[in-house]
C-alpha cells in the first residue's frame, strides 16, 4: 500500500513538473512595410516588455509585406528591442515577393523553421511559402524532410505544439505532410496567422488557434494574443499595447492525443491518371528541397537547382544523379545549356557557369543582390537580371560584363524575351522595360497603372510577334503593347488570364490559361480580338505562373495542384493530364509531342512519355 501511494505521487510529480504553467505572446502577420506596420509592432514590442510574466514571443510569419532586405532590417531591428527570447517563421509575404528567394530571412533571423523545448512542451514550427511565384500555401520540401527527423527525435509521449503560418487545411497544398505526421505523436494543438483573424479551428482532430493580425486594421491600435498555459488547458487572449488584456475568447483541454483512425479526409486524388493511361512517367526524382524553376536539357542531361541552393544533373534516361554543385542561395533561376555550360544565377548574388558533363566551376559573376531571374542566350552573351535593380549583358565564355542596365526598380525574377533587336522583362516594380540588345539603353518601359507593387508585370515571360508584345500581370488582363515604342495597344479583360501565356507555333495565336478551368485563344492583331475560343479543361480554380508551350502540335501547361495537361488548341481538346504530386508545376520543358519534361515545387522532376 505503502508503494502504491508513493508511485502516485511520483506520477503527479512527474505530471506537474513536465506541464507547468506559463505565459507567452503569440503575435503575427506585422506586415513592416505596409502602412502602419512598423508603428504597430513598435507598440506591441513595448507592450510585451512591459509584461513580467512572459516567458517568450512567436511570431508566425509575415512579418513583411513584400520581403524586401529593407524590411527584413527593419523588422529585425524592432524585434532587436524584445527583452525576451522570441522564435519567428516566415510567412507567403516574406517569401512570395522575396527580393532574396527567402535567403535574406535566414540571414536576418538566423532560420526559416524552430524547435524548441519549454517546461514539459515541444514547440516545432515550419515555414510554407509559396517562394517567389504565386501559388498555394506550401510547407518547404525540406521542411516537411525536417519535420520527420525531428518528430523521429521526439517521444511518442512528449506534448507539441505546431506553429505554422497558413492554416492546416488546403489552403496549403501539402497540409496533410503535417498532419498525417503529428497525429502520430502527442499534438497538443497547432497555431497559425494569416488570416488577420482570431478564428477557432480543428485540424482533422488537431485543435487549432488562428491569431489576430498586430496591424490596426481599421481600429486605432493593433494586438496580438497572450496564451496561458496550465496542466490541463490553454487560454488565448487579446492584448492590445497600453490597454488592459480583454477577456479569454478560446480555451482548450490539453490531454493525450488520440488520433481516430476511423475518420476519413480530404486527399488527393490522382484518378486522372487511371483517365488517361497512355501518360507514364519514365521516372521521378524527389530531391531534398523545393524546385522552383524549369529543368534544363541537353547531352542525356537533366539539370535544375533547389531552394537550399543545391545545383542537381540528373541522367535523362534513368533519372540517377550525376553531378551536384552548391551554392550558397537558393536557386529560382531556371538554368540554360550552352557551349557545354550550365548557365544559372543563385540568391547567394552570383550567376554561375558550370561543366556540364562534370558540374566542375568555369567562372561565377558576383553580383550585389541575390540573382532570380532566368538567363537566356543571344550570340555568346548571356542576358540575365538579378535583384539589384541591374540588367546584365555577360561574356559567355569568361562572365565578363558586356554592359549593364542599372535603373530596374524592383526584383527581376523571371525570364526575359529577345525580340526585334531588344531584350524585353519585367519586374517586381511595376515595369515591362524593353533595351537595346547590344548596347543595354533603355528603349522604353512600360506599366499597367498599378501603383502596388503586387500587380507588377514579373512573372509573365513576354511573348511577341507581328511587331507586338503580349504580357498577362497578376491584373488578369492579356495586354497588347507596340514593340517599336511601349504604347499599349489594347488590355481584354474578358477571360481573367493571370501571368500564363503562349503564343502557338504558327504565331496567329496567343494562349492563355485562367483563373477558372479554362484555356482561351485570341487572335495576334494589333485591335482587341476578343476571346476567339474556350476550352474547359476542368483543373479548377487557378493561378499559378506556368507558361503555355506548344510543340509538335499540342500545348502544354502544369496547374496549381501537380497536374500537367496536353491540349489540341486546333479541335478544342483535352487530350491528356497526368498528377505528379499535389503542388504547383513549372513551366514545363517539352521535348517532343510525346516526351517533356516537369519539375514541381514540392522537389519532383518527372519525364513523361506518351505511347
Sequence with gaps: MKRTVILALFILLSIGSSAQTFKYAFVTDTHVGSGTGEEDLRRTVVDINQQQDLDFVVITGDITEMGTNDELKLAK??????????????????????????????????????????????????????????????????????????????????????????????????????????????????????????????????????????????????????????????????????????PVWRKMGLGKFQENLSQKYERPTYAINNQYPTVKAAWTYHSDANVVNTPAYADNLVIFGNSLGLIEALQAKTGKKVWSFKTQGAIYSSPIIAQKQVIVGSGDGNI????????????????????????????????????????????????????????????????????????????????????????????????????????????????????????????????????????????????????????????LTVYGKTMQDEIVGYKTQATDPGVAWRLNVGFGYEHIPSMLIEKDGLVFFGTKNGTVYAIDPINQKTIWGHKIDNSMVNTVNVIDGKNLLLSTMDGKISWLSTN
Design 77 to 246: 531591428s524592432i524585434l532587436a528591442d524584445l527583452k525576451k527570447p522570441y522564435y519567428i517563421i516566415p510567412g507567403n509575404h516574406d517569401t512570395g515577393w522575396s527580393e532574396s528567394g527567402g535567403v535574406n530571412f535566414i540571414k536576418e533571423f538566423g532560420y526559416d523553421k524552430f524547435m524548441f523545448d519549454h517546461k514539459g512542451y515541444r514547440f516545432i514550427a515550419c515555414a510554407s511559402g509559396p517562394y517567389v511565384r504565386m501559388s498555394d500555401g506550401h510547407i518547404p520540401r525540406d521542411a516537411t524532410v525536417w519535420l520527420e527527423k525531428t518528430l523521429k527525435n521526439t517521444s511518442k509521449s512528449k506534448p507539441i505544439i505546431f506553429l505554422n503560418h497558413y492554416p492546416l487545411d488546403n489552403s496549403l497544398d501539402n497540409w496533410y505532410e503535417a498532419t498525417d505526421r503529428l497525429k502520430k505523436y502527442n499534438i497538443q494543438y497547432a497555431i497559425c496567422g494569416h488570416g488577420h483573424n482570431n478564428h477557432a479551428y480543428n485540424f482533422e482532430g488537431i485543435q487549432a488557434t488562428m491569431g489576430r493580425s498586430n496591424l490596426r486594421a481599421k481600429d486605432s491600435i493593433g494586438g496580438y494574443n497572450i496564451v496561458t498555459m496550465t496542466k490541463d488547458s490553454v487560454f488565448f487572449a487579446t492584448k492590445k499595447p497600453s490597454q488592459s488584456i480583454l
Design 352 to 507: 554561375y557557369a558550370l561543366n556540364l558533363a562534370t558540374g566542375k566551376l568555369n567562372w561565377k559573376k558576383a553580383t550585389q543582390n541575390a540573382v532570380l531571374g532566368s538567363p537566356v542566350i543571344h550570340d555568346n552573351m548571356i542576358l540575365i537580371g538579378g535583384s539589384d535593380h541591374t540588367f546584365r549583358a555577360l561574356d559567355i565564355q569568361f562572365g565578363k560584363t558586356i554592359w549593364e542596365f542599372n535603373e530596374v526598380e524592383g526584383s527581376i525574377v523571371d525570364k526575359p524575351l529577345i525580340y526585334q533587336g531588344k531584350v524585353i522583362f519585367g519586374s517586381w516594380g511595376r515595369h515591362l522595360y524593353a533595351l537595346d540588345i547590344q548596347s543595354g539603353k533603355l528603349l522604353w518601359k512600360w506599366n499597367n497603372g498599378h501603383g502596388n507593387r503586387m500587380f507588377s508585370p514579373a512573372m509573365c515571360t513576354p511573348v511577341a510577334t507581328k511587331g507586338i508584345v503580349y504580357i498577362a500581370a497578376p491584373d488578369r488582363y492579356l495586354t497588347a503593347i507596340d514593340a517599336n515604342n511601349g504604347n499599349t495597344l489594347w488590355r481584354n479583360k474578358e477571360a481573367t488570364v493571370r501571368e500564363s501565356i503562349g503564343l502557338s507555333a504558327d504565331s
